[in-house]
């Protein structure tokens, strides 16, 4: 029974698995500096069951922020686990960590899954990223965000609507997602206690990353092209 470790290439919009070395089907990987930075392999997506989540402080990166790792099993019996910040750098939960939170309660133990990320532009040029899920072709409903609109139009969902404030000191109005987050850490806290991880677990094995923090974008599944 193998083990794969996949982490997200934002940019991308795509899973990449990490090697310092060159392997059979990994490309060279350099950074922003054009300094070379090990070897990827791309993947357009995986397909498995959700076996097991775990929130773990990364002991790689500098600050040892904590990372949400998520274990799947694929077809082949083999196990995948995703790697992803759980924090961005305004300590709200990251892109791809809240785009797998709002589908996780409609996810369940033994269904396969087919996760793909994505990250593009929409006709409004927004930045549009995170993740599908999609059983047996059909996308899993994902919880949907509440809002205010400036003209008082009020959208009503699951996820508590983020709240504009005005700053004393600048006299702006800032967004305050404060009741948004706690929602979603009450999420995480259930699917942890769900899909509990152990150390006898299969999915035991760990990984080294390289994922950096990234600040949320808009995930509105409506405007994926799959």
Do not use: C
């Not at 793909?116 to 994902?142: H, M, Q």
């Not at 991880?197 to 950096?212: K, L, V, Y």
Request: no cysteine; charged share 30%; net charge neutral.
């Amino acid at each position: 029974m193998a083990s794969s470790y996949l982490q997200v290439a934002y940019s991308e919009g795509k899973f990449f698995e990490y090697s310092k070395t060159q392997k059979e089907g990994f490309s060279e990987h350099k950074n922003k500096e054009g300094i070379q930075k090990g070897f990827r392999k791309y993947y357009d997506s995986v397909e498995g069951t959700l076996e097991s989540i775990r929130v773990e402080a990364s002991q790689k990166l500098a600050g040892n922020p904590e990372e949400l790792k998520v274990s799947f099993k694929d077809l082949n019996g083999d196990y995948v686990v995703i790697t992803m910040m759980l924090l961005d750098i305004k300590k709200d939960y990251s892109t791809f960590a809240e785009s797998f939170l709002v589908h996780l309660p409609n996810m369940n133990k033994g269904v396969v899954y087919t996760i793909t990320p994505y990250n593009f532009k929409n006709d409004k040029d927004r930045t549009v990223a995170g993740l599908s899920f999609k059983e047996n072709g059909t996308k899993v409903p994902r919880l949907i965000q509440s809002a205010v609109y400036k003209d008082g139009t009020v959208k009503e969902g699951d996820i508590p609507a983020i709240k504009w404030t005005t700053d004393r000191r600048t006299g702006k109005p800032e967004p305050n997602s404060e009741d948004k987050f706690f929602y979603l850490k009450e999420v995480l806290d259930k699917g942890l206690e769900k899909y509990a991880f152990t150390r006898n677990d299969s999915t035991i094995p760990q990984t080294t990353t390289s994922t950096t923090a990234q600040t949320s974008v808009n995930q509105e599944d409506d405007d994926l092209p799959f």
